[in-house]
C-alpha cells in the first residue's frame, strides 16, 4: 500500500498544483493546463520512494529532481513555443509551489504510514540464513526500517558459534536441517539466504528443502542459480536481494491484479446473473440439498479458504481424503453432469474474487485433501499458493483441466502455473478469459 502511494504522490501533487494554480490565475482550468499536467505526470511516474530519508535528504532529493524536471519541460516549451501558451505569472507561482507541496505530502505520508502499515495486518515473519557479515548487516537495517513490515525472528547457521557474526536482537534459531520444519510451523512468510557463492550445493540442498513451503525467498547477493521463478532484483531495508521465489503481484503489479479482478467480476456477475438464478433453480428442482457446496481449498500463502460452487453432486464431501470426480461418477447428478461438462459449476466463485480469496486468473485450487497428497508427491508444488488461485489459468486453457488420473498430467499442471508466475502480464490475464 505504501509503495503504491509512494508511485502516485509525486506525479499527482505536481500535476494538482499545476491545476490549483491554472484555476487561481486564469479563473478556470484551461486545456493547456490539462496537457501539461499530462506530460509532467508521465515523465514523474512512479515517484521516488523517499519514506527512508532524513528530512534534509528528502528536500534536497525534492529539489533536485524538480530542477531537472522544469528544466526540461522549460527546453520543450521554448522549442516549441508551448511556453507562451501560460501567463510568467503562473510559471513563476509554480516553480515555487511544486516542490513545496511534493514536500508537504511527503511528510503527511510520513505522519499517515503507521496507520497504513496497520491497515495492511501483523507484520510479516522473516528469518535469514546464514549469520554472516552480509546477514548481519541485513537484519540491522531490517530493525531500523521505521517503515518496514517484516519481523525478523532470528537466524539460522550450521557453522560453530566461533565462527558466527554478531547480530543484535536476532537470536540463532536453529541449524540448516530445521529449516523447513520451523519455517512450515511459525508461517515465516520472507527468508533471506545469505550464504557465500562457495556454498553452492548447501544453497541447492536448502531450496529444494524449501519447496513445499509458501514462503517467499531471496538471495542477499552475490550469487545465483537456475530455475529461478522470477530472479527479479530489488532491496530490502537498503540491501540488495535477487527474488528466487516471489508472488509476481506485489507493488503496482498486486494493485493492477486486484482492480482489474474487481472490475471484471462485476461487469461479469451483472452479464449473468440471469443464468445464476436459472441454475440455482434447476440445482434445487433436480436433488436435494443446497445449491451452493462450500469446499475447503487452499488459497494465498497456503491459507485455507472456503471455495462456492454450485452443487453438482447428491454428496457434499470436504473430509481427510476426497475422492476426485470421474466422467461415470455415480455421486454426480443429472444436472451436475451438465453444470461439470459446461463449467458453469464454477461460476459462484467470482463471488469468491470479490471478496478477496481468488482472482479471475491463476492456479485452480484443489481441495486441501488433494493438495496434502500432491505436496509431497511433485517437488515445488506448493509455489502454485504465492498467488491467489483462479477462477480458470494457463493450465485449463492449455487442456490440462478436469480430473488428472496420472502423476504425469498433475505435473503438466503444475509446469503451466509456475509458468504463468513466470511470466504474468495483464495482457495474459486478458487472454486466458478470452480463451476461456
Not at 523447513?180 to 550464504?195: D, E, H
Not at 517467499?216 to 529461478?228: A, E, G, H, K, Q
Amino acid at each position: 500500500m505504501l509503495s503504491a502511494v509512494e508511485a502516485m504522490l509525486d506525479p499527482s501533487m505536481l500535476a494538482l498544483s499545476l491545476w490549483l494554480i491554472g484555476v487561481s490565475i486564469e479563473g478556470e482550468l484551461q486545456p493547456p493546463y490539462l496537457i501539461l499536467a499530462v506530460i509532467v505526470f508521465s515523465i514523474t511516474f512512479p515517484g521516488t520512494s523517499r519514506l527512508q530519508f532524513s528530512l534534509k535528504r528528502l528536500v534536497f532529493d525534492v529539489l533536485y529532481s524538480w530542477f531537472w524536471v522544469m528544466t526540461l519541460l522549460l527546453l520543450l516549451g521554448i522549442a516549441t513555443g508551448y511556453v507562451h501558451e501560460f501567463s510568467h505569472q503562473a510559471l513563476v507561482a509554480w516553480l515555487w509551489l511544486a516542490p513545496l507541496s511534493q514536500i508537504g505530502a511527503h511528510l503527511v505520508l510520513r505522519a499517515a504510514a503507521p496507520t497504513l502499515l496497520a491497515l495492511q495486518g501483523p507484520p510479516q515473519r522473516a528469518i535469514i540464513v546464514g549469520l554472516n557479515d552480509q546477514g548481519a548487516a541485513l537484519a540491522g537495517r531490517i530493525h531500523k526500517a521505521r517503515y518496514s513490515k517484516i519481523a525478523l525472528s532470528g537466524f539460522f547457521d550450521d557453522r560453530s558459534p566461533d565462527r558466527l557474526s554478531r547480530a543484535e536482537d536476532s537470536p540463532l534459531l536453529g541449524r540448516l536441517h530445521e529449516l523447513p520444519g520451523f519455517v512450515k510451523t511459525q508461517r515465516i512468510q520472507f527468508i533471506y539466504l545469505s550464504l557465500p557463492m562457495a556454498s553452492q550445493p548447501r544453497i541447492l540442498h536448502v531450496l529444494d528443502e524449501l519447496k513445499d513451503t509458501t514462503a517467499s525467498i531471496y538471495f542477499v547477493p552475490d550469487m545465483f542459480v537456475t530455475d529461478l521463478i522470477q530472479g527479479r532484483s530489488g532491496t530490502v531495508c537498503g540491501t540488495p536481494v535477487i527474488s528466487v521465489c516471489e508472488s509476481p503481484f506485489t507493488g503496482s503489479n498486486g494493485f493492477i491484479k486486484r482492480a482489474s479482478d474487481i472490475v471484471l467480476s462485476l461487469l461479469i456477475l451483472a452479464l449473468i446473473s440471469p443464468l445464476l438464478l436459472l441454475v440455482a433453480l434447476a440445482v434445487k428442482l433436480d436433488s436435494p440439498g443446497p445449491v451452493i457446496f462450500k469446499q475447503r481449498r487452499y488459497g494465498l500463502d497456503g491459507e485455507e479458504i472456503l471455495v462456492y460452487k454450485f452443487r453438482s453432486m447428491r454428496v457434499c464431501e470436504d473430509g481427510e481424503t476426497i475422492r476426485q470426480a470421474s466422467r461415470e461418477d455415480s455421486r454426480i447428478t443429472r444436472v451436475g453432469a451438465f453444470l461439470r461438462k459446461s463449467s458453469l459449476d464454477e461460476l459462484p466463485q467470482f463471488i469468491n474474487v470479490l471478496q478477496g480469496r481468488m482472482s479471475i486468473v491463476g492456479p485452480r485450487p484443489h481441495a486441501v485433501a488433494h493438495n496434502e497428497t500432491y505436496r509431497n508427491l511433485i517437488k515445488g508444488y506448493m509455489i502454485r499458493h504465492k498467488v491467489k488461485p483462479g477462477i480458470t489459468g494457463w493450465a485449463q486453457v492449455n487442456g490440462y483441466r478436469g480430473e488428472t488420473r496420472t502423476l504425469d498430467k498433475m505435473q503438466a499442471r503444475i509446469d503451466h502455473d509456475l509458468d504463468y508466475l513466470r511470466n504474468w502480464s495483464l495482457k495474459l490475464d486478458l487472454h486466458i478469459i478470452l480463451k476461456t
